[in-house]
């Protein structure tokens, strides 16, 4: 499979435009076909789970992507993996979800409402009373692989009290509480996002948590033109330093722990000897890739973040579960800007890579269940007809309508950047794309529906997987059947072996 791969990858670079014959295709069916063959079930149990979740990386969104980075032919690091699947993402009450309900889909095993974090569908937006009841509080399986004895960690590039990430470890009636100043009157019963992921289980319990969101966790957060305050965003102002408070914790307790604030310091850790590790690198979300610092001052890479988490994690004899987002591509789509998008997906392909490249050596490959998908899909478009080889981010042809080009990339909604038309004598004329730099990072594409930003895609997401029963992905399933065979896989949850007889889970059939 690997020399298939490599074989691909090569070959792509190396016959450019040029016209391939017959047997060419033939050849490369025939590899393909090699390499399927080859293909097992593997059924070891899943001693430790990595789930990549690229945050509205949709199925065009990879299609792009790919296309931006090697080519029509080539893969990016995730479409190599052995299995597949597909994921229907519509929300209990919704036909296209946010990122709270498919998140607590993925790591609960149910699907919820709206904008709702590891509650039950019987829990309303806003029904802080009905969020306390025991039993609508879902349990994520973080907290499964806790109870196992296992690691775990939460790696994202957004805050680390946004949807995706708090989803594994809070329960909120409104996925807007991230911090005590957002809670309204009615709510005061119940504890902030940030509040829960640093008192409660599982949350006080990660080994790793690294990504933004300082002014969620610390009252009288400063402010620096690389780091502004995020006015827009929640922001603490009880007084309380939740960093400081889970750092005294740990040192309470005797723990090797490490609060890193940059690169450096990140980089600097010895993973050998730190078991905790909280990395909060920006108040707000983290930087875009493509304007991050990336010098040692800077905020570290997502392959960097990961790459650390990973060291800390493996040491544990009795395996880790481990997730990491790729969060900031759903916001660089919500922007318009399809190459801000783009770019996140390079960056979430860098982890993966050096994520596979860390299991292989360490000689734990086969024993890791890897699954790498999407919460949610946005509107991206692809439209014709391009030559091959043509920049992705570039024209796809010209209207025979109005004669003016139009772009290969394009959104079904969008905000004013991606508006692209005006009114000239009267009449409604499509601004010409042919006359700007539709490669550029700041480009919106263009949209025939001005929303104030662009929405969610209720399309299907693919799931990819390798690993210990990876191929129980194989058809189109639920969102929450990803958390089945996470647990599953791993023998936690209700497939956990009875442990001194404290627990008995029903076997599955």
Known sequence: MFSFLVYLIGLNAAVGLEVLDQNFWRHVAIEDL?????VHHNMRTAKNVIIFVGDGMGPNTITASRIHMGGE???????????MGAIKTYAADRQVPDSANTATALFTGIKTNMGMLSVDPSVKLNDCEGSLIEENRLISVAQLAQDEGKSTGIVTTTRITDATPAAMYSHSANRAWECDSKLPPEAQRCKDIARQLIENVPGKHFNVIMGGGRQQLKANSSSSPGDPIET?????????DLIAEWAKEKQSQGLNYAVPTNTKTLLEVNTDDTDYLLGIFSND???????????????????????????????????????????????GHHAGKARVAINEVVELNKAINSTMSMLHSAGIKDDTLVIVTSDHA???????YAERGNNILGLAGTSLIDGIPYTTLGYANGGKDNYHYKVVDGKVVREDPSEVDTTSYEYGAQAPVLVDLETHGGNDVFVYATGPYAHLFHHLHEQNYIA??????????????????????????
């Open 34 to 38: 090699k390499a399927s063959l080859q």
């Open 378 to 384: 946005h509107t991206l478009t692809i439209s014709g």
């Open 73 to 83: 032919s080539s893969y990016v690091a995730w479409e190599r993996f052995p299995h």
């Open 285 to 331: 979300h983290l930087p875009f890739d493509y304007v991050r610092n990336k010098l040692e001052d800077g905020v570290p890479s997502l392959e960097q973040m990961t790459t650390t988490a990973l060291k800390i994690l493996m040491k544990n004899k009795e395996g880790f579960l481990l997730m990491v987002e790729g969060g900031r591509i759903d916001h």
């Open 484 to 509: 089945e065979v996470i647990k599953y896989a791993s023998k936690i949850g209700e497939f956990s072996p009875i442990r001194n007889g404290a627990r008995k889970y029903e076997k599955c059939p």
């Open 232 to 240: 827009g965003s929640c922001t603490r102002t009880d007084g309380r």
